[in-house]
């Protein structure tokens, strides 16, 4: 008895470190900011591509939500819509491509942290049947709007600034309630939801899982 409950301290231990509650608050994450401040500075200079000049630059990669339709089966990705270079652009329309999802927040250090490693495999990876897209969700009074947030630290890949809808409609097609950021969904080239990933990855460890529904 002794040995389960250590472990499942342990799992718990490890998962809080990955991945950021959707109830944390910009002071509930930033609480340890005293000794982890130059760690999440680095982070989000990486983000940047090391471009330290950009803060003024807005990121063309952004885009608001503005529609949601619901899965009509269990695994099916729903259909996200949103208006991209003067067209609608959808999720659908990328059936035949592997996607990757990636929910986060601005105020969710782990979140941060990949987002050069995000960047780095939709550079990598251009020209195959692959699109990697972020979802901005749970923003909180008093933390960083999206667009703030990418202007000092742009990616490399489309983000669209998400909404409750969005996160109930993957909740409801994968029967799990979406309670955490980084949570990281692969769809497959029919539009099924094939694996979802609570918690930051490294960059190996996405490709290795990309890779399975490329090939």
């Known amino acids: 008895m002794k040995n389960i409950f250590l472990s499942t301290v342990i799992f718990l231990f490890s998962?809080?470190?990955?991945?950021?509650?959707?109830?944390?608050?910009?002071?509930?994450?930033?609480?340890?900011?005293?000794?982890?401040?130059?760690?999440?500075?680095?982070?989000?200079?990486?983000?940047?591509?090391?471009?330290?000049?950009?803060g003024s630059v807005s990121n063309p990669n952004l885009f608001t939500v503005e529609a949601v339709e619901k899965s009509g089966s269990k695994n099916t990705s729903p259909n996200v819509i949103w208006t991209e270079d003067g067209k609608k652009v959808s999720l659908n329309d990328?059936?035949?491509?592997?996607?990757?999802?990636?929910?986060?927040?601005?105020w969710?250090?782990?979140?941060?942290?990949?987002?050069p490693d995000l960047s780095t495999i939709s550079e990598e990876m251009k020209g195959k049947d692959f699109r990697l897209i972020g979802m901005n969700v749970f923003q909180q009074d008093g933390t960083k709007k999206v667009d703030d947030f990418l202007?000092?630290?742009?990616?490399?890949?489309?983000?669209?600034?998400?909404?409750?809808?969005?996160?109930?409609?993957?909740?409801?097609?994968?029967?799990?309630?979406?309670e955490a950021v980084p949570t990281t969904f692969i769809i497959d080239k029919k539009g099924k939801i094939a694996e979802t990933i609570v918690g930051a990855r490294n960059k190996e460890a996405f490709v290795k899982i990309i890779n399975k529904y490329l090939n």
């Open 15 to 54: 998962l809080m470190l990955i991945s950021c509650g959707k109830t944390s608050s910009e002071k509930d994450v930033t609480k340890s900011k005293d000794t982890k401040t130059t760690t999440n500075k680095t982070a989000e200079n990486q983000v940047a591509g090391n471009e330290t000049n950009s």
């Open 151 to 178: 202007k000092s630290s742009p990616v490399k890949y489309t983000v669209l600034d998400g909404n409750q809808e969005v996160v109930d409609a993957f909740g409801e097609a994968t029967g799990e309630n979406v």
């Open 94 to 106: 990328l059936k035949g491509k592997v996607v990757l999802l990636n929910f986060w927040a601005t």
């Open 108 to 115: 969710c250090g782990p979140c941060i942290r990949e987002m």
